[in-house]
């Protein structure tokens, strides 16, 4: 179980780990058709849709979800209040209800997460799987990702483990130094 602060954040990803084995796609359509089973959710005809895509680019295989932007432009162009935040700082959420059809928040993402669901009139993105998350769990395409190439981090925790990196690489680059001087 993960502390809850570190689940207010963001979902990253490390590159290297990631297998494109597409886990965290099925474990995300699986859990949002309301399933935890990916043989119940097919017997039954649900409609699997992930909120998590993963995408060849350069030779690498990228998931691509929302970054529930700081300044969110999907939220900032909504017209009728569709995608909001509850908090300051806090995950992109959608109210279906509320969605008009414009399909704005798509044309504005920078990331390309937004999809439009046909079937149900509405925009489709990560929700970070609130509710799982709520009961103390990691989302669902984190905790399916065989290599834990995924990972939830609050932005500040990401920060100070960059900073150490940086200070790392600093002191390896000094030492390789002094020891090519002698």
């Known amino acids: 179980m993960m502390a809850q602060k570190a ?3 963001t979902v990253i990803v ?10 965290c796609e ?3 359509a699986v859990a949002h058709a309301g399933f935890d089973d990916i043989v119940e959710a097919v017997l039954a ?10 995408i060849a680019a350069e030779g690498m295989a990228v998931p691509i979800q929302c970054q529930h932007c700081e300044d969110a432009p999907c939220v900032v162009v909504c017209p009728s ?8 700082g806090g995950p992109v959420r959608t109210a279906p209800s509320k969605c008009i059809g414009c399909k704005s928040c798509i044309v504005v993402c920078p990331f390309g997460s937004l999809q439009w669901n046909g079937a149900s009139g509405t925009v489709l993105k990560c929700d970070l799987c609130a509710d799982i998350v709520e009961a103390g ?6 905790a399916a990702c065989p290599t834990r190439a995924r990972r939830v981090v609050a932005v500040q925790d990401l ?3 960059r900073r150490l990196d940086a200070a790392r690489r600093t ?5 390789s130094e002094e020891g090519s001087s002698e």
């Not at 209040?81 to 300051?88: K, N, P, S, T």
């Not at 769990?137 to 984190?142: A, D, G, Q």
């Open 7 to 9: 689940l207010v954040g």
């Open 14 to 23: 490390d590159l290297s780990r990631c297998l494109a084995c597409r886990s």
């Open 26 to 28: 099925t474990a995300c």
């Open 45 to 54: 005809g649900a409609e699997m849709v992930p909120r998590v895509h993963v």
């Open 81 to 88: 209040g569709a995608l909001y935040r509850d908090e300051e």
């Open 137 to 142: 769990e990691e989302p669902r395409c984190v």
């Open 159 to 161: 920060s100070a483990q």
């Open 171 to 175: 002191v390896r680059v000094v030492r």
